[in-house]
Nanobody, 122 residues
Framework: VQLQASGGGLVEAGGSLRLSCVAS????????MGWFRQAPGKEREFVAA????????YYADSVKGRFTISGDYATNTMTLQMNSLKPADTAVYYC????????????????WGQGTQVTVSS
């Protein structure tokens, strides 16, 4: 499975960005995908996850009500709509797929895309 992330950029506080992650390859048995982020000097942290079979969503408390994760079954694309962005959201965002344990743990995920930088200015 290959993951291609896109959509990062620079935005002012309060603004919005949309991240996309396209999955290709042997995706037929990938049931969960997720987003993680890593700020300089900090550990990688869970942001959100999406279950393809049923559409269940999972969010970190820090982004609930501001971020929305969704999936397009036709294009195997997972999207993270980020609204009301804060400087604290500044990080490199990574998409990941196929967790073998908790969807909240980065160590669970089998496949990773390249990161995309999100910078929120105050």
């Amino acid at each position: 499975v290959q993951l291609q992330a896109s959509g990062g950029g620079l935005v002012e506080a309060g603004g919005s960005l949309r991240l996309s992650c396209v999955a290709s390859g042997r995706t037929f048995n990938v049931y969960f995908m997720g987003w993680f982020r890593q700020a300089p000097g900090k550990e990688r942290e869970f942001v959100a996850a999406f279950r393809w079979n049923g559409g269940s969503t999972y969010y970190a408390d820090s982004v609930k009500g501001r971020f929305t994760i969704s999936g397009d079954y036709a294009t195997n694309t997972m999207t993270l709509q980020m609204n009301s962005l804060k400087p604290a959201d500044t990080a490199v965002y990574y998409c990941a797929a196929d967790p073998r344990g908790s969807v909240y743990a980065s160590s669970s995920y089998t496949y990773w895309g390249q990161g995309t930088q999100v910078t929120v200015s105050s």
